[in-house]
């Protein structure tokens, strides 16, 4: 499909992060990124589509808006519509993170693997300058997400 990010394993040839992550942790259960039990996996699934469906298509038009960065490497201008529209959408989806995270430090209660697809998009709109802060919870769970070893990693080999 063209697209990045994408895996190719011997035969196996896949595109989308969230299936790419889901068979890496699958691949390599003692990174320990999927719960043992079939309902706590379901949930991480719940959150990795509420991601793809929701939050991360909020994010896109905003981190084009705002992120010099994205701008720089996307060459387009940016569309104030689309961003107004992607930031009425996150004050709707980031009261729900908040409240998921009310009493714990990740969403499952142990990192997996619906905490990191998260990251990315929610680290390039905080870097355009969107205010994260009337959702504290949240602020302190994507600082938690971006201070991980391989995060710092990743971002480093993307961003140099």
Not at 115 to 123: G, K, T
Request: net charge positive; hydrophobic share 50%.
């Amino acid at each position: 499909m063209g697209k990045i990010p994408a895996l190719v394993d011997g035969p196996l040839k896949l595109w989308e992060s969230n299936a790419i992550n889901w068979y890496a942790a699958e691949k390599v259960p003692g990174a320990r990124l999927l719960p043992a039990s079939i309902e706590r996996r379901a949930s991480v699934q719940r959150w990795l589509f509420f991601q793809a469906a929701h939050v991360s298509p909020a994010c896109v038009p905003v981190f084009r808006a705002t992120n010099a960065r994205v701008q720089a490497f996307l060459h387009n201008a940016a569309d104030p519509q689309a961003a107004e529209g992607g930031r009425k959408e996150l004050a709707r989806y980031l009261p729900v993170l908040e409240g998921a995270l009310a009493d714990r430090e990740w969403l499952e209660r142990e990192f997996s693997l619906a905490d990191v697809a998260y990251a990315p998009h929610l680290s390039l709109v905080a870097e355009g300058g969107f205010d994260l802060s009337p959702y504290p919870r949240v602020c302190a769970w994507l600082d938690r997400l971006l201070a991980r070893p391989a995060w710092r990693k990743a971002a480093e080999m993307i961003f140099g």
